[in-house]
């Protein structure tokens, strides 16, 4: 699935599709479903977007695939704003267990335009942050979700994200452990030198450092080319991802 042959991108972030491809309306996260996780509300409309998700995204000649398969790939278009210094993000959220496991469901993501920090963080049972990590990712960067961590997406840029993803089809997402932090245990805000920077969030009672990694030197469990794309691999070799289910 490539940005400009299969859809483009257009300026109010929706996307235009080829006839081929089957895609659903997008679901669209306003500032009002957000502004609980951000450091500080603003005065901004509720009805500002700030993301846009299509679930479900495949060619025709493939839906068949995924169905067999039970995993499904999505899209997400994250706009270029602030949030009073804050760059914009995702809501965020952790996974459920998979049945009859005390693991929780991995996933795959990857940069198709722009540039992203993904947030991993590790909760203890208490709901305190174990270990957090920044993953700085750029277009054609794949970046695994392991089990057992949260994930929020920032977009650090002053272009959209576009990003995709693998997930098992009927997967879904635990929101509670961040909204109640209003949160992860870091923002990442725009400070008045015009750089960007890290603050810890209050909301949480410990305290851990924060690892900042390069997409490419991430442990992966997959050996995945950078030039194919995460939807290529997956066609080719779909037995590949039956890590995700």
């Known amino acids: ?60 000649e493939h839906i068949e695939l995924f169905n067999q398969s039970d995993i499904r790939y999505d899209i997400t278009i994250l706009l270029p704003l602030k949030i009073g210094q804050e760059y914009n993000k995702t809501i965020g959220h952790f996974h459920p267990n998979k049945p009859n496991s005390s693991e929780t469901y991995p996933e795959y993501y990857e940069v198709l335009a722009g540039e992203a920090l993904y947030i991993l963080q590790k909760n203890s049972r208490s709901g305190d942050v174990e270990e957090i990590m920044a993953i700085e990712a750029k277009e054609g960067d794949k970046v695994f979700i392991p089990p057992g961590y949260g994930h929020i997406t920032i977009n650090p840029g002053d272009q959209p994200l576009v990003m995709g993803n693998l997930i098992e089809k009927n997967f879904k997402s635990v ?28 909301n949480y009672h410990n305290s851990v450092g924060l690892k900042i990694m390069a997409a490419p030197n991430l442990s992966q469990p997959l050996q995945l080319s950078r030039n194919k794309t995460l939807y290529e691999n997956f066609i080719e070799h779909p037995q590949d991802f039956e890590l995700l289910k």
Not at 28 to 51: Q, W
């Open 1 to 60: 699935m490539k940005i400009g042959s299969d859809f483009k991108l257009q300026e109010d972030g929706i996307l235009q599709f080829v006839p081929e491809i089957t895609h659903p309306e997008p679901d669209i996260r306003f500032y009002k479903d957000a502004a609980h996780v951000f450091m500080n509300k603003i005065e901004m409309p509720g009805d500002t977007p700030l993301y846009y998700m299509y679930r479900n995204v495949a060619f025709t």
């Open 175 to 202: 929101y509670d452990p961040f909204a109640q932090k209003k949160g992860a245990a870091y923002y990442l805000i725009e400070t008045e030198s015009g750089k960007s920077d890290f603050i810890k969030n209050p």
